[in-house]
């Protein structure tokens, strides 16, 4: 079992950046993924960005790819999500999730995931 609590959502203009933490109360095995889902008004929880514990693999939604960037301090158990170039488009409420995808291909599929924060705000205007 593990909680998670995210951090660092706000409002903020198209263009800027935002970088968004995720702090676990203990550290997850290898065969864990951790990841960064979003959802805005009236709109499905979507998959934004995910990093496999074992091989440190990421994995991103083509929307995200190329201004948004995963990472992980294993020393403090705290996952981030670096937003870069933000658009409008990019807001909603950010969740931070740890679980065992089935398969590689699920790992932006938010039922995958067992553990979820309680979300961070996130605007762009």
């Known amino acids: 079992h593990v909680q998670l609590v995210e951090s660092g959502g706000d409002s903020g203009q198209a263009g800027g950046s935002l970088r968004l933490s995720c702090l676990a109360s203990n550290s997850l095995p290898n065969n864990y993924c951790m990841g960064w889902f979003r959802q805005a008004p009236g709109k499905e929880r979507e998959g934004v960005a995910n990093?496999?514990?074992?091989?440190?693999?990421?994995k991103y939604a083509d929307p995200v790819k190329g201004r948004f960037t995963i990472s992980k301090d294993n020393a403090k158990n705290t996952l981030y999500l670096q937003m870069d170039r933000l658009k409008p488009e990019d807001s909603g409420i950010y969740y931070c999730?740890?679980?065992?995808?089935?398969?590689?291909?699920?790992?932006?599929?938010?039922?995958?995931?067992?553990?979820w924060g309680q979300g961070t705000q996130v605007t762009v205007s």
């Open positions: 990093l496999d514990n074992g091989d440190g693999s990421t």
């Open positions: 999730a740890a679980g065992r995808p089935s398969q590689s291909w699920r790992r932006l599929v938010a039922s995958e995931y067992s553990y």
